[in-house]
């Protein structure tokens, strides 16, 4: 499977509560920080979710 690393770009205030789940659930809790994940079609759709508050790049 691809990798894909995750970057918290904008704030979570404001976001809706299912937004919020799906950064979290993706290991995003600050502004800033980075992680890489393996891209399912699980983690893709939570990208989906919160792509305007998360720069994506491919690995």
Known sequence: MAKIRLTQIR???GATKRQI???QNLGLRKMHQTVEVELTPVTKGMVQKVLHLVKVEEI
């Open 11 to 13: 704030s979570k205030n």
């Open 21 to 23: 789940s799906n950064l």
